[in-house]
């Protein structure tokens, strides 16, 4: 049977809102099979817990947000593609701000902890969201034109188009292909760093944004270039930061999905639209395990080994 997992231990970071630049504490707990992943703000008279799932979703303007009972949890996009990543189900995610730490700005410091703290297969099957039948979501036209698509596939692959017509950006690698199967998530897409532009920061910055942003944690450029002394970790760290981030917003649906995802130009709120269109087509997919793991997906019974 191919098993839910869950930690072995718990495990913590202590880092810094992006946006609030306030410090957060985070405690990684491991969590009863069919738990799923359960945000809880325990830094509230009384601990609210905020369960992940398409709808929990309230914001997607610069990061994904998500709420309940009055309380919510900004920018959980990389620590839950961390999760999807590495395949981790069920986990309490307990944390003391309203904002998840920015770490490094890339997903490789939740990759740590998570493998630092292990990963245990449970005596659950895992449970995935097989598409049956494609699902589209589209916003603009011509050049600014945006969509995210989700077709059947056996495995799970996304690929990722962006265009931002800024010199630094287009003389990178623009599109970006990765599969579960053959590919590494660690290895070729959890260091890629967020980034923004100067001119943007300021802006943000006025707005009580950002505040938590800088060198140390995303790649900043001007008009024309990378700001950060060190360059990028990927020729096309962009293109795979919009991966990691797909990732992460479309494991807030509560399961891993068997699909090919493909999308141009998407970001946090569009990725979060293809989720509900997802939802509201129920003749679209349908929710599958397997008894067998020789049935699975070439590599997705040996997630811990391979990733
Ligand atoms: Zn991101």
Same mark, same amino acid.
């Given at each position: 049977?191919?098993?839910?997992?869950?930690?072995?231990?718990?495990?913590?970071?202590?880092?810094?809102?992006?946006?609030?630049?306030?410090?957060?504490?985070?405690?990684?707990?491991?969590?009863?099979?069919?738990?799923?992943?359960?945000?809880?703000?325990?830094?509230?008279?009384?601990?609210?817990?905020?369960?992940?799932?398409?709808?929990?979703?309230?914001?997607?303007?610069?990061?994904?947000?998500?709420?309940?009972?009055?309380?919510?949890?900004?920018?959980?996009?990389?620590? @839950?593609?961390?999760?999807?990543? !590495?395949?981790?189900?069920? %986990?309490?995610? #307990?944390?003391?701000?309203?904002?998840?730490? =920015? *770490?490094?700005?890339?997903?490789?410091?939740?990759?740590?902890?998570?493998?630092?703290?292990?990963?245990?297969p449970q005596n659950a099957p895992r449970r995935f969201i097989r598409l049956t039948k494609p699902v589209e979501v589209r916003e603009g036209e011509g050049a600014s034109e945006k969509w995210a698509r989700l077709e059947p596939y056996h495995g799970y692959k996304l690929s990722f188009e962006i265009d931002f017509d800024h010199p630094a950006v287009d003389a990178t690698g623009q599109r970006v292909v990765f599969d579960m199967s053959t590919d590494s998530y660690s290895k070729d897409i959890a260091r890629a760093r967020t980034f923004g532009f100067?001119?943007?920061?300021?802006?943000?910055?006025?707005?009580?944004?950002?505040?938590?942003?800088?060198?140390?944690?995303?790649?900043? @450029?001007?008009?024309?270039?990378? !700001?950060?002394?060190?360059? %990028?970790?990927? #020729?096309?760290?962009?293109?795979?930061?919009? =991966? *990691?981030?797909?990732?992460?917003?479309?494991?807030?649906?509560?399961?891993?999905?068997?699909?090919?995802?493909?999308?141009?130009?998407?970001?946090?709120?569009?990725?979060?639209?293809?989720?509900?269109?997802?939802?509201?087509?129920?003749?679209?997919?349908?929710?599958?395990?397997?008894?067998?793991?020789?049935?699975?997906?070439?590599?997705?019974?040996?997630?811990?080994?391979?990733?």
């Open positions: 049977m191919l098993k839910q997992r869950t930690l072995k231990s718990l495990t913590r970071a202590v880092g810094v809102g992006l946006h609030s630049g306030q410090r957060v504490e985070l405690t990684l707990r491991p969590a009863q099979p069919d738990t799923g992943i359960v945000f809880r703000r325990v830094d509230l008279p009384e601990p609210v817990d905020i369960p992940i799932s398409a709808l929990a979703v309230t914001d997607t303007r610069l990061a994904s947000t998500i709420s309940a009972g009055g309380a919510k949890v900004h920018t959980v996009e990389h620590l @839950m593609s961390a999760c999807a990543g !590495l395949g981790v189900d069920n %986990l309490y995610v #307990d944390i003391t701000a309203e904002e998840v730490p =920015i *770490l490094d700005g890339s997903a490789a410091s939740f990759v740590f902890l998570l493998q630092s703290a292990g990963i245990e100067t001119k943007d920061v300021e802006m943000m910055r006025a707005n009580g944004l950002a505040l938590g942003g800088g060198l140390d944690n995303a790649i900043v @450029m001007d008009d024309y270039k990378v !700001l950060n002394a060190e360059g %990028l970790r990927y #020729d096309d760290e962009f293109v795979k930061h919009k =991966i *990691l981030d797909a990732m992460g917003d479309l494991y807030l649906v509560g399961k891993p999905m068997l699909a090919s995802y493909s999308a141009r130009r998407s970001g946090h709120a569009l990725n979060n639209k293809l989720l509900r269109e997802l939802l509201s087509r129920t003749d679209a997919w349908e929710v599958v395990t397997f008894e067998d793991e020789k049935q699975a997906p070439r590599g997705f019974a040996q997630l811990a080994r391979a990733w």
